[in-house]
């Protein structure tokens, strides 16, 4: 009878982790027995978990190997994006330091490895989506941002760009009384998505940028408390802070497919498909970011909050490296179920095929870019076997 009631107690508990934030039973525990006494090293405060690793050399494989078998082409109009881009930050009145951060950053390459099948005028949309999300987030979340330790100011400018949001998506006829260049600049968007998406993929559009802001707005209060969350904290907020999911509603868009209908994104494989997703571009990103992290004297990524509970910097990296190559397998699995279920349907089957190459070749650009991209400054430490050696 115990042995009854504690698997039955195992399941529930493996049944809740996948419910809030995917995470298989393996994870689960590997998380419990991180916070476990006989595992935690003393707490410590940020700047000494910062001084920990600072000084560190770590090492992360050819993680391009992961990802040989997936898509990754380039679109073929990515010099005409270069300068496409130059024109629409000029609005913005940036700083020269701003602009020149940007720049480097080398977000034409971004929107073309993230989106090599789109035509060009979409393809414009779904950039501009995508460096007004760096350029949003930054005002709050970079120490050099306006509003880095300003949450008041912050609260007033994530209300203000949902109001103006739910306007530029056609919800709401009376525009909002809004003058930050930042979040005006997200008109073309919903303008183009207005052209396109119905009411439901434009309410979905909005959905996920409201859950993007309200977990921006749980990262940046750990952030003022000066709290280091544990690992199933971080990956509640980092999902939606992320903007991944918000990206990824954008598929039909670009590829300028059929419009599923909602009941699509009620199937477990497609959740799937998006969870993986996700959690595969955040994982890149916070070991390619982690030295401009690091500089920057942020710890709110997944190796420093490792490294807070219990692993070795190199322990923290090897296990991110796990995350990678399962959700890469989950994924593709999901993949092939989804497939089999439009067997019947050649139209429908092409859109979902198409739909997951676009998932995954966000994936891919968002490595192919990370790779090379200034923002985070790893292309000179590439070591033989095609991997990196990053010194924090």
Known sequence: ???????????????????????????????????????????????????????????????????????????????????????????????????????????????ATWWPHARFERLKIVTYLIIWLFIWDDEIDISDGSMYEDFSNAQLYREQTLAFARYSLGFDNEEPEVENKIIRAFAPIGLALNDVYDTPHREMVYRELEFDITMAEKEQRLRLSQQVPTLEEFWQYRLGASAVYLCLVFQEFSRESTQFPMSFYEDEDVKLILLCTNRLISAVNDLLSLKKEIRKGA???????????????????????????DDVRKLDEAAARLLTKYEDDEQMKSDVGNFINGCKSNAVGNLTWSLVTGRYGVSQAKNASGGLLIDL
């Not at 109009?77 to 930050?89: A, M, N, T, V």
């Open 1 to 111: 009878m115990l042995s009854l009631l504690t698997h039955i107690l195992t399941r529930i508990v493996h049944l809740l982790f996948k419910f809030v934030i995917g995470f298989d039973l393996a994870t689960s525990q590997a998380i419990s027995q991180s916070q476990s006494p006989s595992n935690t090293k003393p707490r410590q405060t940020r700047e000494e978990l910062l001084n920990n690793l600072r000084g560190k050399t770590v090492r992360i494989p050819d993680l391009t190997s992961f990802f040989a078998h997936w898509p990754d082409p380039v679109n073929s109009d990515l010099d005409k994006l270069r300068k496409e881009i130059d024109e629409w930050l000029k609005p913005f009145d940036l700083s020269p330091k701003v602009l020149a951060a940007l720049q480097k950053a080398d977000f034409g390459y971004f929107g």
């Open 299 to 325: 710890v709110d990524s997944l190796v420093p909050i490792l490294c807070y509970h219990g692993r070795e910097a190199q322990g923290a990296v090897d296990e991110v490296i796990t995350m990678i190559k």
